[in-house]
């Protein structure tokens, strides 16, 4: 019998640590483990490896032959000449950077200038802004900082050099890297003079390798991948072909899916990300996801079991409620400081039941845009994979093909991510073994579909949430 070879995958997300040991010929998950990381919108990066530490404890990892890490995207690492923190990393999710992303968009010569370049309109998230907000609000560690890297990137760094980035080569992958606002996904290369107009000076950068590229070996012998972002390991821990359509619905919302070709789009909608195989990624995201469901139920006094009770115990439309769940600002469409509304309140309607089946049409409305902007920027749209905490909610479940007008599956709840980088991490290790195998490993990922509700009510709940955004926002 042919011994088991085991591979790892990491999930360094904004609230923890996952990681998944699988075997690498069929995905089955073998051991896992994780820990929890500090909540805020900039975290000493130290935590993350501590973080992993403690997941991999207790000989997780015993045996394993590579090892890949899939980490939150646009996150600004600044090191200084010896490779050491700068300054805690501001994450994706912090927008004090929202001036600073509409400084360059205007320098450069307005949305389309930033769409054909780079593919992706900046915006609070991504870290060119934040490069620029950093430059210009703290320079003294800004003359400090000598390379920037992404969390993944400096974990990966991490993992070889057993808790230290010096004398390691940084390293980063093409899906990743074009979150950063100055990598081109059209060209495959880096667009130094966008990070010079940002900063006011170069930085050194991590190498972009191949997807099945090995980063190195850990002095114990575990062959390293280049890793990726959060959302191109998703997809590629979802085996995603060409018309599936991801929406993640967790700390933040997002709508992806496969491309052949690289994406521009001028509204700053889609950014124009590549994938973790050679392809593209064209993806919409979203602040206000799960937790709109969680301060509904909160608002409501119960919890999610209870507020999917209430939702489904509502007609479709709420009644006449229409919430716009701005929450936490919001980055698509680019509203940092936006608030929610809710909208239609009459004495009649304003009933628990109506106020948590807003929630759900709600939060779901604003990824259903999403969704549109993809297909108007040439992405086929044939199923729609939930995924993500709130996938698991039967409200959701319920309503998402109708006002997503298209047919819903529903993977088993998993650590997608986590499963993606250890997919890749077993196609960087069969390369290492000259398998010269092109595409990664096939591993069978089962999505049963949900039912299609029915009926005609999602255009106008749906046109209700447009009328309410646009009283609003004037969008």
Known sequence: MTDRVLVAGVDSSTQSTKVVVCDAGTGEIVREGRAAHPDGTEVDPAAWWAAYEEATSAGLLDDVRAIAVAGQQHGMVALDEDGDVVRKALLWNDTRSAGAAAELVRELGGPQAWADAVGTVPLASITVAKLRWFAEHEPDLADRTQEV????????????????????????????????????????????????????????????????????????????????????????GLGLGPGDIVVSLGTSGTVFGVAEAPTADPTGFVAGFADATGRFLPLVCTLNAARVLTSAATVLGTDHAGLDELALSAKPGAGGLTLLPYLDGERTPDLPDATGSLGGLTRANLTPANVARAA?????????????????????????????????????????????????????????VALGAARQAAWVLARSRGDGVEEPPGWAIGAPEVPDPGGDWAAEVRGAYTRLRGQMHGI
């Open 149 to 236: 890297v992404l969390p993944h990137d400096w974990l990966t760094a991490q993992i070889l050099g057993s808790g230290s980035t010096a004398g390691v080569r940084l390293v980063t992958d093409r899906g990743d890297a074009s979150g950063t606002g100055y990598w081109a996904p059209s060209s495959g290369a880096y667009r130094t003079d966008l990070l010079a107009r940002a900063f006011g000076r170069g930085l050194g950068l991590p190498d972009v390798l191949a997807p099945h590229e090995a980063a190195g070996t850990t002095a114990s012998g575990m062959v390293v991948g280049p890793g990726t972002g959060d959302n191109m390991g998703a997809a590629l």
């Open 360 to 416: 759900v049409e709600g939060m779901l409305c604003g990824l259903a845009d999403g969704l549109d902007a993809l297909r108007d920027n040439g992405v086929p749209v044939h199923r729609v994979l939930l995924i993500g905490g709130a996938a698991r909610s039967t409200a959701v479940q319920a309503v998402a093909s109708g006002i997503f007008g298209a047919p819903v599956s529903v993977p088993s709840p998993g650590e997608y």
